[in-house]
């Protein structure tokens, strides 16, 4: 699929399997997601401008390249996100972090929002939203169109996991945007839960289950 990035280092394969296992308790469930989202924003980062500088070695003087300072804001989405942050910011250490609350109402089936905080200058960085899990699309679709309206000019999008079914929704609503993921699983279900997938995210991490 267009635009769609699937991370499949053996480490972040290794990861994801140890991460879907229910036997995986939160804390190890915790460090798991923070590792894979530093192994995923490798990739996320690959495109970061350099630029030159003039450094001294205790041998010579020379031209080396450092990264060209790039504005980033992270945008975990409510609550499950969360788990990702850490992650991303042991890579972009200067990264702002703005986050959206949503939830889905069960009659409509649309998100709703019932929190939201971004930078004031998100105008001028670029924006990583973070998930672990694209279900139905329905959230990130609406965090997608909520950073747009900010004038937001570039966004990328990253899960631990997708399904077929949030692909196309998400592909079909914004094709210009990137998506990465480390795996696409099989498919949804009929309570929105991705299979095999690796169960409720947000209850996995924080153990309110
Ligand atoms: N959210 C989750 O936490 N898990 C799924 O399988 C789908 C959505």
Request: glycine share 6%; charged share 25%.
């Amino acid at each position: 699929m267009q635009n769609v990035t699937i991370v499949d280092h053996p480490l972040v394969i290794h990861k994801l399997t140890h991460l879907r296992k229910m036997e995986t308790p939160s804390r190890e469930f915790r460090e798991l997601v923070k590792e894979l989202s530093s192994l995923m924003a490798w990739e996320v980062t690959k495109h970061f401008p350099l630029k030159e500088i003039d450094i001294e070695t205790p041998i010579c003087k020379t031209t080396q390249k450092v990264l060209a300072e790039k504005d980033v804001v992270i945008v975990p989405i409510l609550r499950a996100g969360l788990g990702m942050v850490e992650g991303f910011t042991n890579i972009i250490p200067k990264a702002k972090i703005g986050h959206i609350g949503l939830y889905r109402d069960p009659e409509t089936l649309q998100a709703v929002e019932y929190y939201k905080k971004l930078p004031s200058d998100i105008a001028e960085r670029e924006a990583i939203i973070v998930d672990p899990m694209l279900a139905t699309g329905v959230s990130v679709i609406h965090t997608i169109r909520l950073l747009k309206e900010a004038n937001c000019p570039n966004i990328k999008v990253v899960h631990i996991l997708a399904c077929p079914e949030g692909l196309k929704a998400v592909t079909a609503a914004y094709p210009d945007i990137p998506i990465f993921c480390a795996a696409i699983d099989d498919h949804l279900n009929d309570h929105a839960y991705i299979v095999p997938g690796l169960g409720d995210a947000g209850d996995r991490l924080f153990g309110t289950k």
